[in-house]
């Protein structure tokens, strides 16, 4: 095999494992690409070599192969011509692509390569690692293949974003290459979502030099740094038998086993995994950390794997604390310390009964009334098994469905918002700043209240024009974040029995599991009532902004992120006729991402138009829209006036200063729209296909990580 870059060390690492096992292969790294020097590469070459695969990680469409395939034909030729060739007879020569899509590459995917050249036909500008089952040139591959030795110790750690888990696993890699003989090596996978997502941390140690430069598959401890987690994803899936699994868990060891759903309670019994224990969250709280659970991870991770003796560990980690926090003062440090010795107090571990007792099964990733695309590809990629994904699920013309993060229900937040009804002003500031959409509020109808669950919360609307009127704050409990900026902002405190004044606001953060499956339902409910009437508020006021639906909601920003309320902000106000020209940052990253899209649409399929503009040129990305736009729309008015000049005053001078007479313009241009269907010249059917742009757009310009 002949290969450069990212590979090269996972199919070292594979030669050496087969040709130990007396198997004639090997490989050439190429080090410097070009100028690429025939006569090396012509004395790199063995004498026996009968059969060669080039992979190059990149595809050239319209090529007669890749970059390095071409390269090795055309040197081959000119060190036979030259009479140069260390071999009788010219090689067969097949060239492959892996590590597209960031694809991973490990010693399975390289084997595949070689087995393909031990058959009688080899497949040819084959790829690697992918299943194409519409070309069919992907290479098969055996998944349990592995040339990893029992004396690589190999963790994966699932950790929240912003949790400090990442940083807590560095600082592990430096303090056992620092403290023992091993080698260490860390790969850290992180969520586009950002903060608030889930980050996988894979961490080997050895005491030989480790040449594996792909994601760990057989782990013998898993770490799990956020409960909900275990209704999410399979992660013990990739758990040896006899391994370990540390849980940090709101329960304690007599009480967690029964609240695990079965299956997570079936692979630890089948595989015979120790298991333990820690109330991280609540000790991080009591220490005043929050949510950082890193340094009681990092050293229940130590005393549990016995990797440095119990004391030398404490130490190794009390010392890296030092130098990481020294700087920001010695509370921040005592801080941590504490955490460190709080850790070594309450780690348990679970006596693992010998069969699963569970009647709470894993809920389904996505709805099973979601759409096709959703339950087959959405799912998938949100259960990290993005790679299992054929090539004919993916649509052939490059679009994506809108609104698909109302069904990934990522059930991230701690604790959430509840709110008290009778407290509360009805202000709707914290509807107004939560970042990711997750709470609402409508004014309603009594008669909407029929057949809603018996913890549906209402209360007598307020204001002008409410009167008779119902009226709701509701949380999406599995869509927050936990940020708590709704409690921050809520202005309405609680009075005591004196008419004093408390520290309780109308919103308080409660913990979401026990609340999850009451306020879900209550969710669904909430959605299903009628939106709020547009004549009964001024959309131009904080409140009255927020009783219209956000056509931007439960995007993957980082939890309290500052950017997100106004954008949806924007979505609201105009969302139905928005054109977003958006520069690559953060605003690109959870606007634009996969495998779910925040942008959705209203009942009548109206929504954002978004593009990436992929430089810091928005400004002039989306000035070209508008320019675009304004000429559409200068167009549709002159041809409006000659197909139809009776009509076109009123069109053309309608009042679009309120949504109200945006919708009744509306209306008036489907009719329009359905008299130019029974028209055949041409100007009509021009003026049929822009006549939508007689409605005003609003153009914006986003910033990459501002406005």
Not at 46 to 68: F, N, Y
Request: charged share 25%; aromatic share 10%; net charge negative.
């Amino acid at each position: 095999v002949i290969l450069m870059g990212s590979g090269a060390e996972t199919v070292h690492e594979l030669v050496d494992y087969l040709v130990a096992k007396g198997e004639s292969v090997g490989m050439i790294k190429v080090r410097l690409y070009r100028p690429f020097s025939v006569d090396a590469f012509a004395a790199a070459l063995p004498s026996t070599v009968k059969r060669i695969s080039v992979l190059d990680r990149t595809k050239e469409p319209g090529a007669v192969g890749e970059p390095l395939y071409t390269d090795v034909h055309a040197a081959l030729n000119e060190i036979i011509a030259a009479g140069k060739a260390p071999f009788e007879k010219m090689p067969e020569v097949y060239g492959g692509r892996y590590g597209l899509g960031s694809k991973e590459f490990n010693s399975a995917h390289a084997k595949s390569v070689f087995d393909n050249m031990k058959k009688a036909t080899p497949k040819n500008h084959f790829s690697v690692a992918i299943n194409d089952d519409v070309t069919h040139m992907s290479l098969e591959f055996d998944p349990s293949f592995s040339v990893t030795g029992d004396d690589v110790f190999q963790g994966m750690f699932y950790g929240l974003g912003a949790d400090g888990t990442v940083g807590a696993n560095k600082n592990s890699i430096k303090i056992i290459g620092d403290n023992t003989d091993f080698y260490a090596q860390g790969y850290f996978v992180y969520d586009s979502k950002k903060a608030g997502a889930v980050t996988v941390s894979h961490v080997r140690f050895g005491k030989n030099p480790i040449r594996s430069p792909y994601l760990i598959d057989r782990a013998n401890f898993v770490a799990c740094h956020n409960y909900t987690f275990l209704e999410k994803f399979d992660m013990l899936h990739n758990i040896v038998e006899g391994g370990t699994f540390l849980l940090a868990s709101p329960y304690n060891k007599d009480e967690v086993w029964d609240t695990l759903p079965v299956e997570v309670q079936e692979s630890i019994v089948s595989r015979k995994v120790k298991f333990y224990v820690i109330n991280a969250i609540d000790l991080a709280k009591k220490l005043g950390l929050g949510a950082r659970i890193n340094m009681i991870m990092q050293t229940a991770f130590f005393v549990i794997s016995g990797i440095l003796p119990k004391d030398k560990a404490v130490k190794a980690i009390k010392d890296a604390i030092r130098k990481t926090y020294g700087r920001k003062g010695e509370n921040i440090v005592k801080m941590n310390f504490d955490a460190v010795d709080a850790a070594l107090e309450h780690i348990e571990q679970v006596d693992v009964p010998v069969k699963a007792t569970s009647t709470k099964h894993m809920p389904p990733v996505v709805p099973d009334d979601a759409p096709e695309y959703v339950t087959t590809v959405v799912r998938k990629i949100i259960q990290n098994k993005g790679d299992e994904v054929p090539v004919s699920w993916m649509p052939d013309d490059g679009t994506f469905p809108l609104g698909t993060t109302q069904y990934e229900k990522r059930n991230i937040a701690v604790d959430i918002p509840v709110w008290d009804e009778e407290t509360c002003t009805q202000c709707g500031q914290c509807v107004l700043i939560c970042p990711h959409a997750a709470i609402r509020m409508k004014a309603y109808k009594p008669e909407d209240l029929n057949n809603s669950p018996s913890t549906f919360k209402h209360a007598d609307a307020r204001g002008k024009g409410f009167e008779g009127l119902k009226y709701t704050i509701q949380v999406a409990p599995e869509d927050c974040t936990g940020c708590s900026l709704c409690v921050y902002v809520c202005p309405a405190h609680k009075k005591d029995e004196q008419g004093n004044r408390t520290e309780e606001k109308a919103l308080k953060m409660q913990p979401q599991v026990p609340l999850r499956k009451q306020e879900r339902e209550n969710y669904d409910f909430f959605l299903k009532i009628p939106e709020t009437d547009l004549s009964l508020f001024n959309p131009a006021t904080i409140k009255g902004s927020q009783f219209i639906r956000p056509l931007f909601e439960y995007s993957g920003a980082c939890a309290g992120c500052g950017e997100t309320p106004y954008i949806k902000l924007v979505s609201q106000l105009f969302g139905d006729r928005l054109m977003v020209g958006n520069a690559t940052g953060c605003s690109s990253i959870y606007g634009g991402n996969l495998p779910t899209t925040p942008y959705c649409t209203r009942g009548d399929g109206r929504g954002p138009t978004w593009s990436n503009s992929l430089f810091e040129d928005n400004a002039e990305f989306a000035f070209g829209m508008r320019l675009t736009v304004d000429k559409l729309t200068e167009f549709a008015a002159e041809l409006l006036r000659e197909v139809f000049p009776d009509k076109a005053d009123a069109i053309l001078n309608a009042d679009q200063s309120t949504q109200l007479g945006i919708e009744s313009l509306r209306a008036e241009i489907e009719n329009l729209k359905d008299a130019l269907r029974g028209r055949s010249d041409d100007k009509s059917k021009q003026l049929l296909s822009i006549a939508d742009y007689l409605v005003r757009k609003s153009v914006w310009a986003f910033g990459g990580d501002g406005w």
